[in-house]
């Protein structure tokens, strides 16, 4: 898998950390009675989407996701092994919970990977803890420099207009006549998320989701590439529609709808517009007036180009998603790696 990673550097890098985390857990692992080849995957794996992709918002969910078919296809672990492997993976970024055995050999090997391999820099407040505890079981000395919070804890964020950016940033990229092509370096960018084999194949002529999720990102509204348990990745509409109407978001509103009218920065999902299909196309709304919205969208009327242009209100519109300019993802529940 790592001889797949396009980047020599990166390759480099990858072998580095990746080796030197699956190590570390294969020999916590010995030392806790758990299965070491299983350790050893998980070290070797629960960075993968970085490393393929040089994306680093959401390594667990995003990695647990990107290696979850690589392995099923493979037919060489049982279902129980293939759930606590990309468990495992998917949790690495929750170090101040304590978890399941894999999830907390994972997390106890990076922090000795990175203590290891860079000595004398200082360690986060959030691994301290962890740190001391997993060099005292290896009775290594503790010899490591804790990071000094000197915020006050009282620290007033500003809010941010992200729908303003959000809409900004689609109308830019939508003038661009982006071209669904792999020559055309914007578009290599917004398919840089998905780490699939052949992506710009397959996204050509198919990506005006793809184009929402990358508007999303540059305007800080940032989320894995699948919401944790959803059916689909966000590279589709549907997924995009499934994630706005869960219990916690709640994002997602019929026009009217207790007086909703489409604002510039909203999501908006189409109804069989272009094909027999439902929720077929997406795009972000620019500005709304009583019989048209401005959008911009990427793969136009699935001619595989972006564009900024008015479309009937009240034709195959299926509904508005209006995200919080507060949102931030955060996942509380219990994580089931989808078969």
């Not at 709640?250 to 489409?262: L, M, N």
């Not at 909203?266 to 972000?284: A, F, M, Q, R, S």
Request: contains cysteine; negative net charge.
């Amino acid at each position: 898998m790592i001889m797949s990673i396009g980047s020599e550097q990166r390759k480099q890098e990858a072998c580095v950390l990746l080796y030197g985390v699956s190590s570390f857990a294969s020999f916590l692992a010995m030392k806790r009675e758990q299965n070491q080849e299983l350790a050893a995957i998980i070290g070797l794996l629960h960075n993968y989407y970085f490393f393929k992709t040089g994306v680093k918002e959401f390594p667990g969910p995003n990695s647990a996701d990107t290696v979850r078919p690589l392995l099923r296809d493979l037919n060489m672990f049982t279902k129980e092994e293939l759930t606590q492997i990309l468990k495992a993976i998917f949790h690495q970024g929750d170090r101040n919970k304590v978890q399941g055995p894999y999830e907390e050999i994972l997390k106890d090997a990076q922090v000795l990977q990175l203590y290891l391999q860079n000595r004398g820099c200082n360690v986060t407040q959030q691994d301290t803890k962890r740190l001391r505890n997993v060099l005292r079981e290896m009775t290594i000395p503790e010899d490591f420099l804790e990071e000094v919070d000197y915020s006050s804890g009282a620290e007033v964020h500003q809010p941010t207009d992200k729908r303003g950016k959000l809409a900004n940033i689609a109308e830019a990229f939508g003038k661009e006549n982006i071209i669904g092509l792999p020559g055309n370096e914007r578009y290599r960018e917004i398919c840089k998320y998905w780490p699939d084999q052949g992506i710009y194949k397959v996204l050509q002529n198919n990506w005006c989701a793809a184009f929402v999720y990358y508007c999303c990102m540059q305007a800080g509204f940032l989320l894995p590439i699948r919401y944790p348990n959803a059916d689909f990745r966000l590279a589709g509409v549907g997924a995009w529609l499934e994630w706005a109407q869960l219990p916690e978001t709640q994002f997602f509103y019929f026009d009217g709808q207790e007086g909703f009218t489409p604002q510039r920065g909203d999501i908006v999902i189409y109804e069989k517009l272009l094909t027999n299909d439902p929720h077929d196309h997406t795009g972000i709304v620019l500005a709304c007036d009583d019989k048209e919205i401005l959008v911009a969208e990427g793969n136009r009327d699935n001619q595989n180009y972006s564009s900024v242009f008015y479309r009937d209100r009240w034709h195959c519109v299926y509904g508005y998603i209006r995200i919080a300019n507060d949102y931030e993802f955060e996942f509380n529940g219990e994580y089931t790696p989808i078969s």
